[in-house]
């Protein structure tokens, strides 16, 4: 499965739109991009999923373009309660061991 | 309870005994996962679970045994604990029917240490 690369920290304000990039050079053509959530002292959470150009749930929007070789999580208005550690993967099939990196940690301050 | 249950949620031991940690869903998934969280190092799968009485070793194997009689359990057993793993353990399970490729629900954790 491919690396994923993220940005270590991020900080933020309530109510901003915050984007989290993440590199996946090396991304295969059967290969999904996934993001998971992570609270303090919780397990991860699936956020959403994507294989190309834009999908979007009620938590947030993930961006791919076309070559997916980065994808973009955005997630819009953040609030204190949006502070977390959140994880870009690379997943091709079900069953598969999920690779964490070390993720991305946002803190949003009032 | 439906979901993914783990129990203990705390648990300390001593360096040389035996430790199981239990790990439960009610979804009937097919897959199964034990992962360990550290600092620096983030989650690292330790076994996993295809089907009942199936099971393989993922990245960090060393020091755990697993089984799978029956599906909607998975236990973990540190045969001859150690303080190397003290760690947070997660539990999680997922099965080719939902809706996203590889969507794993995660247990809510297993904090464990070793003295």
């Known amino acids: 499965l491919a690396k994923t690369t993220q940005p270590i920290s991020m900080d933020s304000y309530e109510g901003q739109e915050v984007n989290i990039t993440c590199s996946h050079n090396?991304?295969?053509?059967?290969?999904?991009i996934t993001w998971y959530q992570q609270f303090p002292s919780q397990g991860p959470r699936f956020i959403i999923q994507g294989y190309k150009t834009k999908v979007t749930n009620e938590v947030a929007s993930l961006f791919i373009p076309a070559d997916r070789k980065s994808s973009t999580l955005s997630l819009p208005r953040v609030s204190l309660s949006d502070t977390a550690v959140y994880y870009c993967?690379?997943?091709?099939?079900?069953?598969?061991?999920?690779?964490f990196g070390k993720g991305t940690t946002l803190s949003v301050s009032s | 309870d439906a979901g993914i249950t783990q129990s203990p949620r705390y648990k300390i031991t001593e360096t040389g005994r035996q430790v199981t940690l239990m790990c439960h869903q009610t979804?009937?998934?097919?897959?199964m996962f034990w992962y360990r969280q550290d600092l620096g190092h983030g989650l690292r799968l330790i076994y996993y679970?295809?089907?009942?009485?199936?099971?393989d070793k993922g990245e960090v194997p060393d020091g755990y045994v697993v089984s799978r009689s029956k599906t909607e359990n998975f236990p973990l057993t540190l045969e001859s604990a150690t303080r190397s793993q003290t760690s947070v353990y997660f539990c999680?399970?997922?099965?080719?029917?939902?809706?996203?490729?590889?969507?794993?629900?995660f247990g809510p954790g297993t904090r464990l240490t070793v003295l």
């Open positions: 999680a399970s997922s099965d080719p029917g939902t809706l996203h490729v590889d969507e794993q629900f």
């Open positions: 090396n991304i295969a053509t059967n290969d999904y």
């Open positions: 993967l690379v997943v091709s099939q079900a069953g598969t061991a999920l690779i």
């Open positions: 979804w009937s998934h097919s897959y």
């Open positions: 679970s295809a089907a009942a009485d199936i099971t």
